[in-house]
């Protein structure tokens, strides 16, 4: 219950009691929150205190909102690890969650320049390109723009649907790609009005952009991959050593 004599603004009280509630599992990932005024009765505030409440932890990205639903508890940020070479759907799979994509591009194209610069390849060679959103329990987390080296892994976008399966192992099980290393670079920055309806976020908000290419045990580059993860949605986590 609020106190009204406390210190602490009614607003900042209801966000308490909504975190708790997340935090005992109460309200569980995914659920709809009660709405603005069953908590304005619940607690005697005005609605614009709980809209208040309900806004900050929108921002916080601990809700959602889905339009013409309601708003909707977040699932908690999912950490990745920086130690091992792992595709999107070891991750989430390792985690429990269900990983999916959304295939928005898969063709052959002629490598621009930048391509060609990072795969080491010669300009307008051919390469795969794979765009897709990836998603976890059917809510999007990145966008991921891959190209990868044509020459080996010859047919793949005719025998394979990336909306079911997963690039790495088939690269893996059926061209023998051995990935070894990958060079990863990471950029913060506000999400474009292109990529931001794709991750169904604000034009705007806090991305992470990553750039990887990724190598084969002949120190080869097989794939350029450029993504852009939902700033509020991924955290990710590297162990250090000093040697
Ligand atoms: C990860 C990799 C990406 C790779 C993809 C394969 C990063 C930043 N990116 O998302 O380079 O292409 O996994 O995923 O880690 P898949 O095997 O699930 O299709």
Known sequence: MLREDSSKPLYEQIK???????????????????????????????RLTVSKALKELIQAGRLYVQIGKGTYISE???DLQLETLTSFTEEMTDRQQNPTSRVLQAELVLADENIAHHLKLPIAVS???????????????????????????????TNHDFSQESLYAVLREK????????????????????????????????????NRVTYTQDNKPFEYVKSVYRGDRYKFRAILRRI
Do not use: H
Not at 179 to 207: C, D, H, W
């Open 76 to 78: 908690d940020s999912i």
């Open 127 to 157: 390469v795969v390109l794979l765009r897709r959103v990836r998603l976890v329990n059917k809510r999007p987390i990145a966008l991921e723009e891959s190209s990868i080296v044509a020459s080996i892994c010859p047919n793949i976008l």
């Open 16 to 46: 308490e009691y909504i975190l708790y509630k997340i935090q005992t599992g109460e309200f569980a990932p995914n659920t709809r929150l009660p709405s603005e005024r069953n908590f304005a009765k619940q607690f005697g505030v005005s």
């Open 175 to 210: 061209y023998n790609v051995m990935m070894t290393y990958a060079e990863q670079s990471f950029e913060a920055r506000a999400a474009t009005e292109k990529e931001a309806p794709y991750l169904e976020i604000a034009t705007g908000n806090p991305v992470l952009s990553i």
